[in-house]
């Protein structure tokens, strides 16, 4: 199989400041305010054409960003992205602007992924039969419920007919049916080989329709490989995970940033 994506090294920075002062300050004098924050560090990892991969790990974990950094939206801090194909995010709220009307959407979806106004036109109608959301699609889109934004979105970005699709969370809201229709239509990307990641808290369409996992940690991969192999892994941890107190969930993530970082330095000593 083919490589359809290929991560080396690649790294997501943000800056932390304590308040706004701080963060002037670090415009004017770059670098020396705020402290460095990785949403992503150093992620290695390969994925072909046809594997349909399932991305867990609790909030915070860095699945979003890993989503942005697939589809564009956000450069890598560090490292290298190669990817074969078009891609194609679809996401709760996002790539839909407010302001304008189902169908500006749609239009400007379509011209920014490159397509001609002719095709533009041919391709309308069959992404608004499959939106299903009838006079709304004349609306702005900031006035539709999460469920009509997540399925216009959809219906966008599955007809466009992408060679690596990635779905952050775009099944956690509207109704069953719908959620079905995404799903056959999932299967027929799946079928043709390409490449899908999953992203989502349930563990029930995870297991449903992915073939690999991949678990994130705080910003880091903590497993990836086949489904089976994975996912036990994962749940186990998931199920010890809520059972401790908001608080201890809350700082989990520091917990294993500091745990990281002291083991790194024990490394270096040794
Ligand atoms: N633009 C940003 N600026 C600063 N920090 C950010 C930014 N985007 C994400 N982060 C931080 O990066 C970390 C990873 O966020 P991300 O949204 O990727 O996690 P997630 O696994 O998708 O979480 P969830 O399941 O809650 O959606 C979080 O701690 C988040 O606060």
Redesign the pocket.
Known sequence: MSISVRFHQVS?R???YRNNSEKILDIILPGGYGDD????QNITFEASAGDVIG?V????????????LITGI?PPTTGTIELNGETSLIAINSGLNNELTGLENIELKCLMLGFTKKQIKELTPQIIEFADIGQFIEQPVKKYSSGMKSRLGFAISVNVDPDILVI??ALSVGDQTFADKCFDKMNEFKEAGKTIFF?S?SMGQVKKFCKKAMW?EA?EIKQYGPIDEVLPNYEKFLKEFKSWPKEKQKNF?KMVLEKRSKERKEKVAE
Do not use: P, R, W
């Open positions: 997501k943000y800056k932390m924050f990785y949403a992503l991305v790990g609790v909030n915070g974990a860095g699945k979003s960003t890993l989503s942005n956000i952050d969370e992203i808290h994130l910003g993530k």
